[in-house]
Nanobody, 124 residues
């Protein structure tokens, strides 16, 4: 099973940018769809973005479409989330997750491996 470690979170002003990284260990990275979810205090964990095994397909939550970009480097076992035009409502703990479901799954139960999360705080 793949193990995931997120990095790149931090504090940024509204309108700013951050890039999150998720480093994966294990041979199964290139065979897994990779997603990002986020959870704000007192709220459920929400889907943000997903990329398929080859990187040829992506899917985004409406709330981040046009602002966030997910990408992956299978040679480096890493998936990225480029976040631009950040808003205070983007503040949350961001989680990287891996799925064996084909295509671009976007439900948390479809992902079987999760990272520990990285905090993103956007100040107004």
């Amino acid at each position: 099973q793949v193990q995931l470690v997120e990095s790149g979170g931090g504090l940024v002003q509204a309108g700013g940018s951050l890039t999150l990284s998720c480093a994966a260990s294990g041979r199964s990275f290139s065979s897994a769809g990779m997603g990002w979810f986020r959870q704000a205090p007192g709220k459920e964990r929400d889907f943000v973005a997903v990329i398929n095994r080859s990187g040829s397909a992506t899917y985004y939550a409406d709330s981040v479409k046009g602002r966030f970009t997910i990408s992956r480097d299978n040679a480096k076992n890493t998936v990225f989330l480029q976040m631009n035009s950040l808003k205070p409502e983007d503040t949350a703990v961001y989680y990287c997750a891996a799925s064996r479901v084909l295509g671009v799954p976007n439900r948390a139960p479809d992902f079987e491996a999760w990272g520990q999360g990285t905090q993103v705080t956007v100040s107004s």
